[in-house]
């Protein structure tokens, strides 16, 4: 069974560095998701994609950050210039509609970032 | 201003018992409602849901209940057993088609042996 995947597992970089991250989503999920979970909270949603479209950012999502589905499979997630700030987990959610037309979403082991 | 709450950081219960958690909500536009179990350094796990058309859904030993007129949610898990240990979310949309979820910010739960 492949689930989301999500690499890598954990990076560390200092601050104004730039950092990449990758998601490959559930095989026939057309939807991508994107969230940032810091300490004591729950996931907050960045950005979504319906296949290559990006469809929604969230407030939360500044001009030094990036999303990108180029070929509606893996996504990926640039963050330039990093800051402290940025420091948290960031997860990824795939999804599409069952039967009844009703959408869940699965997500990724996350991406662990630290900013230094 | 929060429109997922989860004012129970944490609950401890013993194994066999039930354990309940608790969700509120201030968006009446929200119409549908999952719950997530997240272990330490793993995303979260999609545990159970339910549309506003409903007031109870079950699957095994989890069962979710819904008010909506007191814009409360539980999530019940019977009997409660010690790899139920985790944390606990609860989030909702606006579409149950698909849009962003919001999550409240999580309970920790402890089953002991």
């Known amino acids: 069974d492949t689930g989301v995947s999500q690499d890598p597992r954990h990076k560390i970089t200092k601050r104004g560095q730039n950092v990449t991250f990758r998601c490959d989503p559930i095989?026939?999920?057309?939807?991508l998701y994107w969230y940032r979970q810091t300490l004591g909270q729950g996931p907050e949603f960045l950005t979504y994609?319906?296949?290559?479209?990006?469809?929604?950012k969230s407030r939360l999502l500044s001009d030094r950050f990036s999303a990108e589905r180029p070929k509606g499979s893996f996504s990926t997630l640039e963050i330039q210039r990093t800051e402290q700030g940025d420091s948290a987990m960031y997860l990824c959610?795939?999804?599409?509609?069952?039967?009844?037309?009703?959408?869940?979403?699965?997500f990724g082991p996350g991406t662990r970032l630290l900013v230094l | 201003d929060q429109q997922v709450k989860q004012n129970s950081p944490s609950l401890s219960v013993q194994e066999g018992r039930i354990s309940i958690l608790n969700c509120d909500y201030t968006?009446?536009?929200?119409?549908?409602f999952l719950w997530y179990k997240k272990y330490p350094a793993e995303g979260p796990t999609f545990l159970i849901s339910?549309?506003?058309?409903?007031d109870k859904n079950e699957d095994g030993r989890f069962t979710v209940f819904l008010n909506k007129s007191a814009k409360h949610l539980s999530l019940h898990i019977v009997p409660s057993q010690p790899g139920d240990s985790a944390v606990y979310f609860c989030?909702?949309?606006?579409?149950?088609?698909?849009?962003?979820?919001?999550f409240g910010k999580g309970t920790t739960l402890s089953v002991s042996s």
């Open positions: 994609f319906q296949n290559e479209a990006q469809l929604e």
């Open positions: 989030a909702a949309s606006d579409d149950q088609a698909g849009t962003a979820l919001i």
């Open positions: 968006n009446s536009m929200f119409d549908y």
């Open positions: 339910i549309s506003s058309i409903k």
């Open positions: 095989s026939e999920h057309n939807r």
């Open positions: 959610a795939s999804s599409s509609l069952d039967s009844s037309m009703i959408e869940t979403q699965y």
